[in-house]
């Protein structure tokens, strides 16, 4: 599946969420016990998708938060979500 500014990154079922007191937080897949650490900005990112978003919508969303470049924002935001879902933390849809 090609993932563009309109995909759609929906958690998985077995997926837990878990934010930390520093802004920081965590995934754990409950069946595979893949887990993942994120950074403040990577927690976020995971928010907006959990409020589904799309990638597009996530990425003018982190813009008005944010002082990156539209071209840094969504290459960050796709590698993010692509790595998510090779680890099945996520699912894609259009």
């Known amino acids: 599946m090609t993932i563009d500014t309109s995909t759609k990154v929906v958690p998985h079922n077995d997926t837990l969420f878990t934010q930390l007191h520093d802004g920081e937080a965590v995934l754990l897949h409950l069946e595979t016990h893949a887990y993942y ?10 928010q907006l998708l959990s409020d589904g978003l799309t990638l597009g919508e996530v990425c003018c969303q982190l813009q008005s938060e944010f002082d990156v470049g539209d071209a840094e924002i969504l290459q960050y935001v796709v590698a993010f979500a692509e790595e998510l879902s090779t680890t099945k933390l996520v699912e894609l849809s259009c």
């Open 37 to 46: 650490g994120l950074n403040e900005t990577a927690a976020r990112i995971w």
